[in-house]
């Protein structure tokens, strides 16, 4: 069976060595050999690997206009122009897999409506890297009632604080280092400000839900505001700050969003380190489950490709589809109905009363405080952690309006969502 895969960098140069080192074992799998006859880059400039060079063309057309080729693997990355070229391999029915979680969060309904009878589009890859999260959503939890997913899904974002928590180093060399070993997207600003994590949590809880989730209404907080002190007021406090992605089923709809979130060691998510993802989810039969493994980087991304692959193949020669996608929209709710605690970090003129301002903003908008701590004071400036009790958003609004209206409030410079229950006394 012939394929082709679009992009050749951090993950599709893995796919393809991978089908080529292990061609026979794929082959015992499927009944049938696979061989990579094109290969699609964009650079004209750059030197290729002399293995691949015969395959190597710029015009996608010769692809989509070639009947022997069966599967098109699409790991260009971005959302156009690979959007429309996974719709025009769906409309000449040929079989798609993607890791590409923009397109397949934006665009995924319609795509799969593209597709012609024979031509499945799969995108294990697309969230958690290789963790075999999409199926077991799709098939193996298909007789569950699910309540909810909370999540660790974006690779670099964890690696950058694991490695600010673990050898305190800086969020810049961190960030060199997660890019260096091809975690992080072609523009790492969808890692660090959340949009990447909002594309996978999006999926999930489309797939989960059963209605599709518009991720431009999902709240989102990257993070880039986190600094060395936070990190260790996280300590302090007994935990550790994650990126993490959640998605709960109420009664009035859905809830989603990501944000930095301090969660106290011991907690599942706590120790998930450096590129690993995590995904929590709950339901009925079934209760809690917790899947966790390497969550992005060639090799791992290359796994859930390759078996996506295999499984395309196998359903153009035995037949069925893969996967049927919701189309209705899922209803959100806004997360600020329900009451977390927060962490923020407020920058004070160092001056009596300055602290009595502060207790006053937050209890003028009915806001308890668990803890107060002030991690630096320098020339004339103190640096104060304040934890809150549980409170709603819309409280919290209200204290940060009063607190801006506040003389001796310089600025608040990190605000993040605290799951303290177990923390705090
Ligand atoms: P990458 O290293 O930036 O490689 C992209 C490849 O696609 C390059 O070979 C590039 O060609 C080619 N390409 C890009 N735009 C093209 C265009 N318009 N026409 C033809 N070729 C084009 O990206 P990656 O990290 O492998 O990621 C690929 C996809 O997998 C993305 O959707 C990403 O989100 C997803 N993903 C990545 C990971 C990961 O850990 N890296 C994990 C899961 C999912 P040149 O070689 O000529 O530049
Ligand atoms: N940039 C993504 C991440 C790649 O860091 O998780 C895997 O989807």
Known sequence: MRIAVLGLGTVGRYVVDALESERELFSAR??????????????????????????????????????????????MGGYEPARSIIEAALKAGKSVVTANKEVIARSGPA????????????????????????????ESLAGNRLQAIYGIVNGTTNFVLSRMQREGGSFVEALAEAKRLGYAEADPSDDLDALDAVRKISILASLAFGGWVDVDAVPKEGIRGITEVDIAEAKSLGGVIKLVARAEATPDGLT??????????????????????????????????????????????SSAVIGDIIDAARSRRVGGRSVALPREPAPLVPLGQHAHCYYMR??????????????QA??????????????????????????????????????????????????????????MESLLP
């Open 362 to 419: 937050f209890a003028g908008a009915g806001v308890t405080l668990r803890s107060v701590r002030q991690p630096v004071r320098e020339a004339g400036i103190s640096v104060i952690s304040v934890v809150t009790g549980p409170t709603r958003r819309a409280q919290l609004e209200d204290a940060r309006l009063s607190l801006r209206g506040c003389p001796s409030v310089l600025a608040e410079e990190s605000l993040i969502l605290a799951e």
């Open 30 to 75: 499927l009944g049938e050999e696979l061989v990579v006859s094109r290969i699609l880059v964009r650079d004209q400039g750059s030197e290729r690997p002399e293995s691949v060079r015969g395959r190597i063309t710029f015009a996608v057309e010769e692809i989509l206009k070639d009947p022997e080729i069966e599967i098109v693997v699409e790991l």
């Open 111 to 138: 795509l799969s409506l593209a597709a012609q009878p024979a031509a499945d589009l799969l995108f294990e890859a697309a969230v958690a890297g290789g963790i075999p999260i999409i199926r077991s959503l799709q």
């Open 256 to 301: 989603l969003g990501v944000s930095p979130t301090l969660i106290p060691l011991g907690h599942p998510l706590a120790d998930v380190q450096g590129a690993q993802n995590a995904i929590y989810v709950r339901g009925e039969p079934i209760g809690e489950l917790i899947f966790q493994g390497p969550g992005a980087g060639g090799p791992a991304t």
């Open 346 to 359: 407020l920058r004070l003129h160092d001056e009596p009363g300055a602290l009595a301002l502060v207790a």
